[in-house]
């Protein structure tokens, strides 16, 4: 499996970015999808799951109604849409995979991407 994340990049406290994370080498069907992310000096912290049918997702408290994941199957991507973003969401936000929801969400993935950068500026 391979996992790209992309879409990070520098905004302004308040503007939004949308992240993408394409999955290839596997169905994507089969596999739950999740956001982390990483701020400088800080350890890895889940921010945003989504089950294989999209019917259940999580959202960490201090991203709940800002950020919105999705998953589009027929283009084997998986979102986060960003909004109203603060300069505490400055991180790397890697997205991970894994048939197993529960390790999803303990971070215990079998799949990461590489991570992409985002700098909010306040």
């Known amino acids: 499996v391979q996992l790209q994340a992309s879409g990070g990049g520098l905004v302004q406290a308040g503007g939004s970015l949308r992240l993408s994370c394409v999955m290839s080498?596997?169905?994507?069907?089969?596999?739950?999808m999740g956001w982390f992310r990483q701020a400088p000096g800080e350890e890895r912290e889940l921010v945003s799951t989504i089950s294989t049918t999209g019917r259940n997702t999580y959202y960490a408290d201090s991203v709940k109604g800002r950020f919105t994941i999705s998953r589009d199957i027929a283009r084997n991507t998986v979102y986060l849409q960003m909004n109203t973003l603060k300069s505490e969401d400055t991180a790397v936000y890697y997205c991970?995979?894994?048939?197993?929801?529960?390790?999803?969400?303990?971070?215990?993935?079998?799949?990461w991407g590489q991570g992409t950068l985002v700098t909010v500026s306040s």
């Open positions: 991970a995979a894994d048939q197993s929801y529960s390790d999803l969400g303990r971070g215990r993935s079998d799949y």
């Open positions: 080498g596997r169905r994507f069907s089969s596999y739950h």
